[in-house]
């Protein structure tokens, strides 16, 4: 069971959902979406997913096993996991799991141990929210992502790029350093990303005017990024849902 909720109002231009899941022992998969995590588990503790560039799987060992989380808008983590102001390359953190104490150090154990106290996903929610401080304003490379986001990849990196007052070359490293990845991928993530969830929530997901909906070029095209991102193809990702 999964089941996302708002943030704060101080957070939503920097933080995309609160989540929850419950999950029955076996793996289960997560697929690339151009966001960092900072996630509570029941099992295995406090951490920061960083942004995948391809699909993961992971095991859930006990029927009371939940999982909190707090995901970020693609570009906007760097600063909330960089607390004593020096901050972090976000590509460091790229298809990792770190445990949060490694970044927030005793602030991290701290709320670790909060957590581990209070025992229910209710209650470890609403206390995961407030380890975050109201943001700064965003810089012009995270405008700049922002908009990518909001247009689902479908942009223009060299004219955005221009936005940010930046050339293409030091677009790409500020982007790495931001989001974890290049402008590329991350816009080619994005795009996966709504196809996805396009396909979701239909009950007979026809690719081919998904594939026109999103920008792919063809429909041989959306199945070749669901072939890098997944491992698998569409029709194979949706046969079982």
């Known amino acids: 069971m999964y089941s996302e909720q ?19 022992p076996g793996m289960y998969t997560v697929p690339p979406d151009g966001c960092i995590d900072i996630v509570y588990s029941s099992t295995t503790g406090l951490s920061v997913a960083g942004t995948m560039t391809v699909e993961h799987a992971f095991p859930a060992t006990r029927p009371d096993n939940f999982e909190i989380g707090l995901r970020f808008r693609p570009g906007m983590a760097r600063a909330f996991l960089s607390p004593s102001g020096t901050l972090l390359s976000a590509s460091e953190l790229t298809d990792r799991i770190v445990p949060l104490e490694e970044l927030w150090g005793r602030s991290g154990r701290d709320a670790l141990r909060h957590l581990n106290d209070l025992g229910s996903a209710a209650a470890c929610a609403a206390l995961l929210e407030t380890l975050l401080r109201t943001p700064a304003a965003k810089n012009p490379v ?5 908009y990518a986001s909001r247009n689902h990849g479908s ?6 790029a221009s936005q940010a007052s930046l ?17 590329k ?20 997901p026809n690719w081919a005017d998904i594939a026109a909906q999103t ?18 193809t569409p029709m194979a990702v949706f046969s079982n849902r």
Do not use: K, M
């Not at 995270?142 to 922002?146: H, S």
């Not at 050339?167 to 402008?183: I, K, V």
């Open 6 to 24: 708002p943030v704060a109002a101080s957070l939503t231009e920097s933080v995309e959902c609160l989540w929850q899941a419950t999950r029955a």
């Open 142 to 146: 995270q405008r700049a992502l922002d």
């Open 155 to 160: 942009v223009n990196l060299d004219w955005i």
């Open 167 to 183: 050339s293409a070359r030091q677009f790409r490293r500020r982007c790495l350093e931001e989001s974890g990845l290049t402008p």
């Open 185 to 204: 991928v991350l816009c080619r993530i994005l795009r996966f990303r709504r196809a996805r969830s396009i396909a979701l929530a239909a009950p007979c």
């Open 215 to 232: 920008g792919y070029s063809d429909q041989a095209h959306l199945i070749r990024d669901f072939r890098e991102f997944t491992g698998r």
